[in-house]
């Protein structure tokens, strides 16, 4: 089950990431924003592997070791992402206005839902 966190804009993501860790969780999957050694060990200590991006140091490039692990990692994602593709396209859903967290989650709750049926159309047709 995925767990939603909506927070206010002047909030960084990756500040809200140990909210989002359980112990039931299998696996951390993110982008190189989410690269923090303490939030690594500490999922490591939770049992969780953790497979967010590696991201490149200042001045140098990623090893082909590397680029292979981000590779293999950004086709997992990509499963994920596809759920906002059709948000913010299908459903013209690119910004939001502040009406309040709560009824903010709300409708991004229900355009998830929304979204999930709709990707999922041709086989609730068959």
């Keep these: ?15 809200e990431l140990p909210k989002l860790l359980r112990a039931e969780d299998e696996v951390v999957f993110a982008d190189a924003g989410y690269t923090r ?5 500490g999922s490591r200590h939770m049992g969780i592997p953790w497979c967010v991006q590696d991201r490149r140091g200042s001045g140098k490039q990623l090893s082909g070791r ?4 981000n590779r293999k990692r950004s ?13 913010k396209r ?3 859903f690119d910004k939001t ?16 839902a929304l979204a ?3 990707m999922l159309r041709r086989r609730l047709a068959a």
């Design 1 to 15: 089950m995925c767990k939603c966190l909506l927070t206010p804009a002047n909030r960084a993501h990756i500040d």
């Design 37 to 41: 050694e303490e939030y690594k060990r």
């Design 66 to 69: 590397q680029r292979k692990r």
């Design 90 to 92: 299908q459903f013209g």
């Design 75 to 87: 086709s997992v994602r990509a499963r994920v992402e596809h759920i906002f593709r059709v948000i």
């Design 116 to 118: 999930n049926v709709y």
């Design 97 to 112: 206005r502040y009406r309040g967290l709560a009824r903010n989650a709300s409708q991004v709750n229900m355009l998830m």
